[in-house]
């Protein structure tokens, strides 16, 4: 059975897009032009350097590049990256009743209400 041969660029392209970052991103990480990376995620091989850093702004290892599968880098991507690059993994969920605040700013807003009554009655008398 042969080893599948994996193109390195598309799998640059392929991570960053699950990350949801743009090339031009990820050229400001590495210090480079948008096109160098349009060229870099052309390459079926990218020199080992270059790996290395392309890596680490994607906050993956050079094997998960080289030996990249579509299925497990969402798996690894979903379960390992920790900063806001992985918003689209993360599921928010409110510590809070939206209703209970809705009612607390309802209770504020009459006990204003009341208070201005009061003082335009006394500014009467």
């Known amino acids: 059975m042969s080893e599948k041969t994996v193109h390195q660029g598309r799998a640059v392209k392929r991570i960053r897009e699950i990350l949801g970052k743009k090339q031009e991103e990820l050229a400001v990480d590495l210090g480079i032009t948008q096109q160098a990376i349009s060229l870099l995620e052309a390459k079926e091989v990218i020199d080992p350097k270059m790996l290395d850093d392309v890596a680490k ?6 094997d998960a590049i080289k030996n990249f599968d579509e299925s497990a880098a969402y798996n690894f991507i979903g379960n390992t990256v920790t ?3 992985n918003v689209a993994f993360i599921q928010n969920s ?5 209703l209970d605040k809705v009612v607390e700013l309802y209770e504020r807003l009459l006990k204003e209400k009341d208070e201005q009554i009061a003082r335009l009655q006394q500014e009467r008398k």
């Open 57 to 62: 702004a994607l906050h993956v290892t050079p």
């Open 83 to 85: 900063n806001n690059d």
């Open 94 to 98: 409110p510590t809070f009743n939206p």
